[in-house]
């Protein structure tokens, strides 16, 4: 019998080792197994089962989440595969796709002295996650598709490591700019 | 006492027996105890039919300890010794007490740890302490009204409640005597309340502002599955500032200068608090303030100028709101329902400008004072087990981000803010001279990027290292939150397996040392004795592992024990039983050790199939 603590994510729920996952199972595979496993569930039992079943719930939120996350399942996938990403390559090849984001970034530096700054960074903030998107559509078929192609696919996981910081930077304006001014 | 009946290994356990629970909602002005009693909850009056116990202890001269309404209608007489508003105090350091210093009159006094203890004529109390006193009054209340002894607890927190005041909470648990089954985040238990009576999946968001403290959460109904998607919220907010801001509008319409004094800042509150609670359902109130020198000024207040007095404060809540929708990654129009909790969502204004927030009319069916304590009375329902059948289940979240300090005062985040609990997060660390043993680690919980703007939550050392040279160690350190939100670390050195001994000095916590002398203190005053009360826990304790124990091997001992193995676990199983019976408390947490170490490798099974289980209907149809 394999160990909760040694199956990889998708064979905890019970999932097809592919980038496409369902969401709605994964989130119903996610009450399921956290219905048998919490910690609530054992708040009678002995110390040992509550520190196992606090390991196993842990574990499950972790997997949930890496499943959850665009990015971070692709990633996932790939080190599954032998890929590792390398969170230090930084240096992109692609001249248009570096064009894209310095005029994004042009655009948030920007957003501040707009006549209406908030529906401004709403406008960039679709913009991006439309691009980004795309490139999750990309990545399924880098990935999923019987000619997989890793070496694209991990081009388009460091596209998507930019997307999500540029995510994270709107979300900051935008919670700076709506205590400002609502 | 009811002696526990362990069957021979191999019959039939007791038949389930109803163990009695209660849910608690310690709060900054009122506390209160519920309990599901006939497949209802609700809270438990005491002698007089009150509900509500004012979180308010009086500590008198010659020890006696008042707690309640009878300590609530001394504060003014006596307001040094009448502690009010302590949770505000809980988990704090004395740093933190100049900003909380206009509003607690107290004389504090530096403990042993950072936190700091109030002065009174019965002796240094902590807010521990003091906490303590109110949850124990609301124990006797409950085992009265139940007749019967408490199998466990569930007191409730603000969901935006940080890890020392988490710690706090807990503690003070403890020292009451208490078995806590859980901290659980009050916008959650409200939830819950609420979730029984309408069975409709969807988003819920819970806006609860009390005396002292505001939190709203965004939570995802789904099939009895409650799952907090985001929370967030202001710790220093409640309705005690709007009482501030209304006494500092009374002293300045009635023409009182200068510093009130104690007493008189008081009666200023108290009259300001109820002239806002009589606001609720009249347009104008006369106001009455009674001055040292026995004369009494009267103005007039409307609920107009009652709204524009208390409107900063209005606004001041909807910014978590936008956050918490935000990390939620739901927007306003997706919310199905919203709750509305705390006594404070009385004012109409709060409901007027909760209702324009969310474009919806909220919920206001159950008692906002009473709906914490309800929801929590059901979840301790079924963790004392009284309800095995029962699919309820709560996830929460961690309200605040858990970092580490690294060069040059920054934190660098381990597990960010609205991540669901459990948790557990390993980084690595590596030595940075040759031969060195030990290493510090200062753990902090906040959003901001300085150390110094986070709150410091402990400094763990990590020691016995093993020697190397600089930078060949790789020390794994496990950082763990667990359901109650509360942090645990662990440190293992990944090339020679070595665990690192870790030592915790909490920042605002108390010591271990603490703990025990004030256990030892409130003891003593019981007039009980401390290896009594050491034994009957160990006995409880026992009690309670030999019942899971029987429970478990009942249901898959034959499945997953060899005879051999059988044979030692239910011989270390009879050791305890033996034990349990004798008077030596140190004996029988040895036996429950060696019953543990006898059936670690059952219970490692077990847990492990019964993942397998919940999976086992998938596994062929949908791996094509």
């Known amino acids: 019998m394999s160990s909760v603590l040694t199956q990889n994510h998708f064979e905890l729920f019970s999932l097809p080792q592919q980038y496409a ?84 970034r042009e655009s948030l530096d920007e957003v501040r002295h707009q006549a209406d700054p908030l529906g401004a960074l709403r406008a960039l903030a679709d913009r991006i996650s439309d691009q980004y998107r795309a490139l999750e559509t990309g990545l399924g078929e880098a990935l999923d598709s019987a000619d997989a192609d890793p070496a694209e696919a991990l081009a388009l996981v460091l596209k998507m490591q930019y997307f999500t910081r540029l995510h994270d930077e709107v979300q900051t304006l935008e919670a700076d700019l709506e205590d400002e001014l609502l | 006492m009811v002696l526990l009946q362990i069957s021979e290994p191999g019959q039939s356990t007791a038949p389930h027996q109803h163990r009695l629970a209660a849910g608690i909602d310690l709060g900054t002005t009122n506390s209160l105890v519920a309990s599901v009693r006939s497949g209802s909850a609700d809270t438990l009056p005491d002698e007089q039919g ?36 302590v949770k505000r105090l809980m988990g704090r350091g004395v740093s933190d007490l100049q900003t909380l210093g206009s509003v607690l009159p107290y004389e504090f006094v530096a403990g042993e740890s950072s936190m700091p203890l109030i002065h009174t004529v019965a002796g240094n109390r902590s807010p521990v302490q003091v906490s303590a006193d109110i949850l124990a009054e609301l124990k006797r209340r409950a085992e009265r009204t139940l007749g019967g002894e408490l199998s466990g607890v569930v007191i409730t927190v603000p969901a935006y409640f940080d890890d020392a005041q988490r710690q706090a909470t807990k503690d003070a648990g403890k020292l009451a005597g208490l078995k806590v089954l859980r901290l659980l985040n009050e916008p959650t238990a409200a939830a819950v309340a609420y979730g029984l009576d309408r069975s409709s999946d969807g988003i819920i968001a819970v806006y609860d502002l009390g005396g002292g403290t505001f939190d709203i959460s965004i939570l995802r109904l789904n099939q009895g599955v409650f799952e907090v998607l985001a929370t967030a919220g202001d710790t220093a907010l409640g309705g005690d500032d709007m009482d501030r801001l209304i006494a500092a509008w009374l002293m300045q319409e009635t023409g009182i200068q200068g510093d009130p004094g104690h007493a008189m800042q008081r009666r200023l509150l108290q009259a300001a608090c109820a002239a806002k609670e009589q606001l609720t359902d009249r347009d104008e109130v006369d106001v009455f303030v009674d001055l040292d020198d026995g004369s009494r000024r009267q103005t007039r207040l409307s609920r107009a100028q009652l709204n524009a007095l208390i409107e900063p404060l209005v606004r001041k809540t909807l910014a978590p709101c936008r956050r918490a929708l935000r990390d939620a990654g739901v927007s306003a129009q997706q919310i199905g329902a919203v709750v509305m909790v705390g006594g404070s969502t009385r004012v109409p ?276």
């Not at chain 2, 670390?489 to 040392?513: C, F, H, M, W």
């Not at chain 2, 009942?554 to 997953?560: L, P, Q, S, T």
């Open chain 1, 21 to 104: 996952v369902d969401s709605e199972r994964l989130d119903a595979r996610y009450r399921e197994l956290q219905r048998s496993v919490h910690p609530d569930r054992f708040a009678r039992a002995g110390d040992q089962e509550r520190r196992i079943s606090m390991q196993q719930a842990a574990q499950i939120n972790e997997a949930y989440q890496v499943l959850k996350d665009p990015l971070r399942r692709g990633r996932y996938l790939l080190q599954l595969r032998g890929h590792s990403v390398d969170d230090q390559q930084r240096t992109h090849q692609d001249p248009a796709f570096l064009m894209q984001q310095i005029d994004l």
């Open chain 2, 50 to 85: 009150r509900h509500l116990l004012p979180s308010v202890v009086r500590y008198l001269a010659d020890g006696a300890v008042e707690v309640g309404e009878v300590a609530r209608a001394d504060a003014a007489l006596d307001p040094l010794n009448t502690i009010v508003s």
């Open chain 2, 349 to 624: 204004r709060v409901r007027e400008a909760v209702a324009e927030f969310f474009a919806r009319e909220p919920l206001v069916d159950i008692d906002p004072d009473k709906v914490v304590a309800i929801g929590a009375a059901v979840q301790a329902d079924i963790l004392v087990g009284n309800k095995p059948e029962d699919e309820m289940l709560l996830l929460d979240v961690i309200p605040l981000s858990l970092g580490i300090e690294t060069m040059g005062g920054l934190t660098e985040k381990i597990v960010p803010r609205n991540t669901t609990i459990p948790v557990a997060r390993a980084q690595e660390f590596t030595t940075f001279k040759d031969g060195q043993t030990a290493m510090a680690l200062h753990v902090v919980q906040g959003e901001r990027e300085l150390v110094d703007d986070c709150r410091s939550l402990a400094r763990f050392e990590l020691r016995d290292i093993p020697p190397m040279a600089a930078g060949a160690a790789r020390i794994r350190v496990t950082f763990q939150v667990d359901a109650d939100g509360l942090l645990s670390v662990t440190a293992q050195e990944q090339t020679s397996g070595a665990q690192a001994r870790i030592e915790v000095k909490p920042s605002y916590g108390l010591t271990d040392n603490e703990i025990e002398t004030m256990l030892r203190d409130s003891i003593e005053h019981a007039q009980d004795d401390v290896e009594a009360r050491r034994l009957r826990e160990q006995q409880v304790e026992a009690d309670r592992v030999l019942e899971a124990l029987q429970a478990a091997l009942k249901e898959d001992g034959d499945r997953f024990l060899s005879s051999d193995e059988r044979v030692s676990v239910d011989n270390a199983a009879r050791r305890l039983a033996e034990a349990r019976n004798g008077d030596d408390a140190r004996a029988i947490k040895r036996a429950i050790e060696a019953l543990e170490a006898a059936s670690a490798a059952y219970v490692d099974r077990r847990m492990n199939a019964n993942i397998q289980k919940a999976m086992a209907g998938h596994a062929l149809d949908e791996f094509k």
